[in-house]
Nanobody, 121 residues
Framework: QVQLVESGGGLVQAGGSLRLSCVASGSIFTINTMAWYRQAPGKQREWVATIAGGGSTNYASSVKGRFTISRDNAKNTGYLQMNSLKPEDTAVYYC???????????????WGQGTLVTVSS
């Protein structure tokens, strides 16, 4: 089985920073893409950023220039550095990974349980 565990959420004032981590564990052969999504209260889950296995990145326009996604392939860990946080960034942040499990011939998608980020004004 594969598990994604996020950490690093919390309460921060507007303008502050947080760094989220996502550790993938289990019978993993390789991780293709890692991504972050978020879901604010009363809203649908939205995509935030993606990083490919080779390191290329993409960002939602709402976070571009403020957030940085990265990964450590040796540790099967992804990160989301969030700077210049705004109250509208308040949400539960979810890690997503598209990966190949050991022994599988197809890729699978997994989600973490989420970590809450609250930005006060």
């Amino acid at each position: 089985q594969v598990q994604l565990v996020e950490s690093g959420g919390g309460l921060v004032q507007a303008g502050g920073s947080l760094r989220l981590s996502c550790v993938a564990s289990g019978s993993i052969f390789t991780i293709n893409t890692m991504a972050w999504y978020r879901q604010a209260p009363g809203k649908q889950r939205e995509w935030v950023a993606t990083i490919a296995g080779g390191g290329s990145t993409n960002y939602a326009s709402s976070v571009k220039g403020r957030f940085t996604i990265s990964r450590d392939n040796a540790k099967n860990t992804g990160y989301l550095q969030m700077n210049s946080l705004k109250p509208e960034d308040t949400a539960v942040y979810y890690c997503n990974a598209n990966l190949r499990r050991i022994g599988d011939v197809r890729n699978s998608e997994f989600w973490g349980q989420g970590t809450l980020v609250t930005v006060s004004s």
